[in-house]
């Protein structure tokens, strides 16, 4: 992969003109530019620059409304629904948790449902807001059909991510991000991109035979992790993420879709909880011990730090020079 050396403060900037150029109004490009570029600053590249292109397709084929203002609703004092009117996800999201913030520091525990979104961004940003509040947070969300249940060689599931953190108040929280699949497509994606291969049980060819060729399974089907408990947290995320929220499944999102190559529509829920009203004032000096005792332990490395230790470096980032290129010309013509 030829890679250019390129400041944190330009990819931004980039992003947001890309998005400005296609349609997008201030607050929506600025939230995408800041959820990509938190993505390239933490090491994410899977959820960076690599998914400009995808917006741009969905701003262009109109599936996405690039000025869409969401509406925030709260149905009970600790339950509150963000409709997105088709924006992308990240839009809804700063309008919607922090109402979800304030409803949980007041009851102790609070749900966000965001349905009419497009959800093609990282998910840890969610949770990890939450934990920066000092509560606790799990987000998952739903895509479209690339993973076979356990058992099965035809897709149903989306890679469906799930994310949780823990808050450590004066210091980085516990935090992780990770798809129920075997490996996230886009990061099967970037192994395609960069010619290697994925590991084994990744997932099938289209002949449902196993492989190890991101070509491959990129036209069959990807697996869970963990087969069938894999499977049963992926089961889990849609009736999370689609039936306690009333918007579509995986293969219903498929169905309604314009095949654009952007995100679908789809929902999410984020729900979250306050250690300080469940457990009491002791909660923190109990939840330390535990983690610096994890911690302690040889070749063990706490969830989300390898992220927070990317952060510190506010240098240059390493992108793709075939990326840059592409993401460049998309923000100099829209046609």
């Known amino acids: 992969m030829a890679a250019i050396s390129f400041p944190l403060e330009e990819i931004y900037q980039l992003i947001k003109s890309v998005m400005l150029s296609n349609g997008c109004d201030e607050p929506n490009a600025v939230a995408l530019a800041d959820i990509m570029t938190r993505a390239e600053r933490d090491g994410s590249h899977s959820h960076g620059l690599f998914r400009v292109p995808g917006y741009v397709k969905a701003l262009r084929s109109g599936k996405v409304d690039g000025k869409a ?63 920066d509040n000092g509560l606790v947070g799990i987000a998952c969300t739903a895509y479209m ?38 490996m996230a497509l886009g990061d099967v994606q970037i192994a395609l991109r960069d010619g290697r291969k994925v590991p084994e049980g990744t997932g099938l060819n289209a002949k449902g035979e196993p492989s190890t060729d991101p070509a491959e399974i990129i036209k069959g089907v990807l697996l869970p992790f963990g087969g069938y408990k894999g499977s049963a947290i992926s089961l889990m995320v849609e009736l ?16 309604n879709d314009n095949g654009d190559g952007g995100p679908p529509r789809g929902g999410e829920i984020v729900l979250s909880m306050s250690p300080d009203i469940i457990a009491g004032s002791e909660w923190q000096q109990h939840v330390e011990k535990f983690a610096n005792k994890m911690s302690a332990m040889e070749g063990v490395r706490l969830p989300g730090a390898r992220r927070h230790k990317n952060r510190l470096d506010i240098g240059t980032r390493k992108i793709d020079s075939a990326l840059l290129k592409t993401i460049r010309e998309l923000g100099t013509s829209n046609t």
């Open 240 to 255: 999370l993420a689609a039936g306690l929220t009333g918007e579509q499944f995986s293969y219903e999102a498929k169905e």
């Open 69 to 131: 203002k969401p509406k925030v609703e709260k149905i009970t004092p600790a339950i509150i629904k963000v409709n997105g009117h088709g924006c992308f996800a990240p839009i809804a999201q700063s309008v919607g948790l922090p109402a979800l913030v304030e409803a949980t520091k007041e009851i102790g525990i609070g749900a966000l449902t965001l349905t009419g979104i497009h959800h093609f961004a990282a998910l840890w940003p969610e949770t990890e807001y939450l934990a």
């Open 145 to 182: 059909p690339s993973v076979a249940p356990a058992g099965s060689k035809t897709a149903l599931f989306g890679t469906n991510p799930i994310s949780f953190a823990w808050p450590r108040p004066g210091g980085t929280p516990i935090v992780y991000d990770m798809a129920t699949a075997s």
